[in-house]
């Protein structure tokens, strides 16, 4: 016995601790009860507190243990749809998307295609084709059409049909209802390079060939 308390003064001097000493962490809850026993032994015996005041406690430890469960579960949700979508998105890299925003990557060869997303019918439908420095290289009638959807594709050549250097382009659409030109929204293909994950909020976003980033909800078509 004399070795053994020998041993475990040496330790304690020495500062180790001991491996077969298990430590033990205290919950919240084993930390509320402890303060609530304290506070039943050293409470006034003349003026008592009421059973209310400490079911009032425990309730309002309750919903704060509640809450704090909920908000892990929340967590835990929130990071597995995070990975989900990411994996999804991930299998985007090298297929092409409709994006938003009208700018597209001319490649040598390649058209470039999109749609048009029509508010309503008109009598006559006009794309402008403009290039990096802001100069318009191509108009490209669309006529007639009825509202929703309307595809379109350029062949990269300007208005004397000589092709165009690869780069980054923008095409802008008009349309005409009744004695007014009224923007639309055009969605162009592009492709996908990578993705990048964010933190919270953020979310998810798509890197477009020679068209930066945009958010994985904005994409409308994966082609």
Do not use: C, H
Not at 6 to 13: K, M, Q
Not at 15 to 33: I, P, Y
Not at 182 to 210: R, Y
């Amino acid at each position: 016995m004399s070795t053994i308390n020998n041993n475990v003064a040496l330790y304690d001097n020495l500062g180790l601790s001991r491996s077969n000493e298990a430590k033990v962490e205290e919950t919240k809850e084993d930390q509320f009860m402890q303060l609530l026993i304290a506070q039943l032994k050293n409470q006034d015996p003349l003026e008592p507190q009421e059973n209310g005041e400490f079911l009032s406690q425990l309730a309002q430890f309750e919903t704060a243990a509640g809450a704090e469960e909920l908000q892990k579960s929340f967590d835990n949700f929130s990071n597995n749809m995070l990975s989900a979508s990411a994996l999804q998105a991930s299998s985007l890299v090298g297929r092409s998307v409709l994006a938003p925003g009208g700018y597209a990557q001319l490649e040598a060869g390649q058209n470039v295609t999109g749609q048009v997303d029509l508010g309503s019918s008109t009598t006559n439908l006009t794309l402008e084709v403009t290039d990096a420095a802001g100069q318009l290289v191509k108009i490209i009638p669309m006529g007639t059409q009825a509202s929703g959807e309307v595809s379109f594709s350029w062949d990269g050549t300007d208005e004397s049909g000589n092709y165009l250097p690869p780069g980054g382009y923008r095409i802008r659409a008009t349309a005409d209802v009744g004695n007014e030109k009224i923007a639309q929204e055009v969605l162009v293909s592009a492709k996908v390079d990578s993705v990048t994950v964010g933190q919270g909020v953020q979310g998810l976003k798509l890197n477009l060939a020679g068209l930066g980033s945009v958010d994985f909800s904005a994409v409308k078509e994966i082609r």
